[in-house]
């Protein structure tokens, strides 16, 4: 039986027709209405002038994009600038970007070297920040240079700072920065190569205060501060939005040989799930390496917990939300341990994921220098110029930190890459953003992407 004339009325009103550069397509309202109301795309399903004179082909990319949410295998005969300057036109961007590097994405089983981003000048990278969507952020020298999400293009502008220490991406075109021998943290501007904000640290001797370490939640900033005198320092909790003064935790004093109090945080890192803030520093002398790792609590100012740590003392430290543990690399032993965050307050110790037997007899500090991150439900540590995988392999289900007693836990190890991929200069940095992962080496004045080979350009 033939459709009806009013329905077939109410099929031919959905279809929209349009004439791009002379050729044409047709879809839906309902297609076009997902490319949002701001977009070209959206306006046309309402008017009557449907022409645009632009390039039929990557319309044709662009509305396979908005059909299936992903780019068809035909867009990889064209170049990502030219996508990127066309969705730009329709506004329709963050399409493209969440189709092209989305966090969920990310596979860390299936990474691989795929670019090498250079970097101008003679320095190396000292500081690496990127966004959820992997804009890149690296300081190098006095200059901090930037790449976009497709790292295509980038800019470079030059700061106050003769070294950048430490670095944290507020959004695509803003960052803080700070540094170990200049007073205070400043807010940039990296479009536009301005300071917006200063932020300074009022010690009791009144003396310079200099950034030690940057960390960041939803809703707060956390720069750690040291005195120009080295003899105090203190966390300071900042509104994100506003950058006004929150709160002030940790502050420390130093009198005598104090040496507890004399480490100021060198790693902040927020735990959402605890809504509690990760600070770790350590101090170093002739006989030993000592170190300490805070969980505040930044409403009340208060410790949750505290790990003292002098047998294989971390060389660097990090936690998971995912993965509800803190992770460290040994300065002795160069082995990779964990402490399950879900005994939270309990008598925790370190539980060694290699080799244990070096915790207690390592001497030669084989880890100096390493790095470990978490990322997604991984564990990433830089060893010399290799990179380890550690996944956690699940036994059964987890139980809650009221759930009682818990299960063993058991992680493995991969190496990361193809073949071609190991090897190299010491790694300096580990960073993650969108679905790939940035990775620096001591002496090279590059970044390297890591990314799924099957993804992207």
Sequence with gaps: MPPSKSKSKSIDS?????????????????????????????????STHRFIDRDPELFSILLSLLRTGNLPSKAKAFDIEDLIEESKFYNIESLLINSQSNPSQFDAFSLEKSLILPLNGRDSPSAIATTNYGTLHVSHGSKITSFDWSMRKKSTILTHFTAVDSLLALSPGVAAAGATDFSGLQVLDLENGYVKETLNWENVTRSSSTVQAIGSSDKHLFVSFESGRRNSNS??????????????????????????????????????????????????????????????????????????????????????????????????????????LRKLGDSSEWICL?????????????????????????????????????????????????GGTLEERVFRKNLMGRVTDMGGSKITNLSFGGNKMFVTRKGQQTVEVWQSSSRGF
């Design 235 to 340: 966390i300071m909790v900042y509104d994100i939005n506003s950058l006004k003064p929150v709160n002030e935790i940790g502050q420390n004093e130093i009198y005598g040989t104090d040496i507890e109090s004399a480490i100021p945080a060198t790693k902040l890192r927020w735990v959402s799930s605890y809504n509690l803030l990760l600070a770790s520093g350590s101090h170093s002398d002739i006989s030993k390496v000592t170190g300490n790792i805070k969980f505040w609590d930044i409403r009340s100012g208060n410790v949750a917990w505290e790990v003292k740590d002098e047998v294989d003392c971390f060389s660097d430290v990090t936690v998971s939300d995912n993965l509800s543990a803190i992770y460290k690399v040994g300065i002795n032993s160069g082995e990779v341990s964990y402490m399950d």
């Design 14 to 46: 959905n279809i929209v027709t349009i004439d791009v550069g002379g050729q044409i397509f047709q879809t839906t309202k309902q297609t076009l209405a997902l490319a949002g109301p701001k977009s070209l795309l959206s306006k046309l399903a309402d």
């Design 354 to 402: 290699g080799d244990g037997r070096k915790m207690v007899n390592g001497k030669r500090k084989e880890g100096f220098g390493c790095k470990i991150e978490c990322h997604a439900n991984q564990v990433f540590c830089g060893k010399g110029g290799e990179i380890e995988l550690w996944s956690e392999i699940v036994m059964g289900s987890r139980k809650s930190r009221e």
